[in-house]
């Protein structure tokens, strides 16, 4: 396993004037915020609708998708699409993003193996989670496993234990002041971010591992019906 090493964290990345997350998307090209940078392809910043009511955070790029350079475009994102439609949300309206914007791996022979980003990745690429959220409004929340828990909720959040419950955003983040305001320009924060819900669940890779795919994925389905439903309402 590749030795973690300190990290001076995104924040001096992230360039202020930044208004929109194109820009964002931009700027992340070129962090180095962590080491994860060096063995990593790119960047795979977030995508999708950024006007969405549903946010989904992940945990980081797989080996697909760092190639690609695209978040959730590998097994598990299909997987997601399909759970998400199934619960009723349109998979055409979401905004996807991952806690962790470089892929973490060890090389096998030729083979890429997925390593689970330490804390210290989790919270060098936090200040990108946060310039995202800033710029996007949703209704729902959708923290999928434990590292994306981690990055929005703090170290003693278990999504084993609280997973398919509503919970008031931003006021149950770690740090909600990150998330409370939205600023729309470069002149700072101009509106208070309205109160939204969050749902954690399981990653959808957990499906594709589980012994049981069914039930595993009947269960991802049915946290996220929860979600469809609190929007309906
Ligand atoms: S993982 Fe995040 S903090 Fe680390 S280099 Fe990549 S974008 Fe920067």
Redesign the pocket.
């Known amino acids: 396993m590749a030795e973690t090493e300190a ?1 001076p ?2 924040q001096q ?1 992230i360039p202020p004037q930044a208004d929109t997350i194109d820009e964002l998307r931009a700027a ?1 090209t070129g ?7 060096r063995d ?1 392809s790119q ?1 795979v ?1 977030g995508r999708g609708d950024e006007s969405a009511r549903v946010v989904l955070v992940g945990e ?1 790029p797989g080996d697909m998708e760092d190639q690609k350079g695209l978040p959730f475009v590998g097994p598990a994102g299909r997987l997601l699409r399909k759970a998400v439609d199934d619960a009723g949300i349109d998979p055409q309206h979401i905004y996807l993003t991952n806690a ?3 892929f ?1 791996f060890e090389l096998r022979g030729k083979r890429r193996i997925h390593q689970t ?1 330490d804390r210290v ?1 989790i919270t ?2 936090r ?2 989670l946060v310039a995202e959220f800033s710029r996007l409004r949703p209704d729902l929340v959708v923290v999928l496993g434990a590292t994306a828990a981690k990055a929005l909720l703090g170290p003693a959040f278990r999504v084993t234990r609280q997973r398919g419950e509503l919970l008031p955003w931003p006021a149950s983040a770690q740090r909600p002041e990150d998330f409370a305001g939205v600023p729309v320009d470069s002149a700072g924060k101009v509106a208070d971010a309205p109160a939204a819900q969050l749902l954690a669940t399981i990653h959808p890779s957990a499906v594709l591992r589980a012994d049981d795919r069914d039930a595993a994925y009947a269960g991802l389905v049915q946290d996220l019906t929860v979600g469809a439903r609190a929007l309906a309402g």
């Not at 962090?31 to 940078?37: A, H, N, V």
């Open positions: 990290a964290g995104a990345f992340a962090c180095r915020g962590c080491e994860l940078y990593a960047t910043f980081q962790v914007k470089h973490r980003p990745h060098a690429c200040p990108w």
